[in-house]
């Protein structure tokens, strides 16, 4: 199935900047892997963050869809709901291969993204989703053993 994107420009994000795109190509960036919505740690004294296979409730965990992307900032209020205004400070916790943080450290889409692949397929068959991986929110008592190293 072929990327379903009416966009002004085939490689718009090749020369616009993450704040000059318009809302059609904001969400096109999204390559819908779902590593967003995993559970992530922070050590407190380093900083570093950790990233578990534990999903947010709203996460399909069949479609790697969320089922409240509307209301998700309302229904789960720790949500990073990302903007071209709020992306910078939001990088840290974004996994390494998201779109959003590629573009803003001045790195380009991978070959499996469906804006260069052409197809939303790619993402699961490169490895490079959530789906089949994660786990439900009411299945992990302890997040500290759900720790991988995947996203």
């Keep these: 199935m072929r990327y379903p994107m009416a966009l002004e420009s085939p490689l718009f994000w090749k020369v616009k900047s993450l704040r000059s795109m318009g809302p ?3 969400e096109s960036l999204c390559d819908g892997c779902a ?5 992530k740690l922070e050590d407190e004294g380093s900083g570093q963050l950790f990233y578990t296979n534990v999903a947010c409730r709203l996460l399909d965990l069949e479609t790697c869809r969320c ?7 309302s229904l789960v209020p720790d949500c990073l709901v990302l903007s071209p205004k709020t992306v910078d400070a939001q990088l840290a ?3 390494p291969t998201c779109a959003y943080r590629l573009l803003a450290e001045g790195r380009d889409l ?3 993204h469906p804006l260069v692949s052409g197809s939303r397929s790619t993402v699961q068959s490169s490895g ?3 789906c089949g991986r994660a786990v439900a929110e009411d299945e992990a008592d302890d997040l500290r053993f759900h720790l991988v190293d995947w996203p």
Excluded: I
Aim: net charge positive.
């Design 93 to 95: 916790w974004l996994p």
């Design 110 to 112: 991978p070959w499996w």
């Design 128 to 130: 490079n989703s959530a």
């Design 67 to 73: 089922k409240g992307y509307a209301r998700r900032a």
């Design 24 to 26: 059609d190509e904001w």
């Design 35 to 39: 590593k967003c919505c995993l559970h």
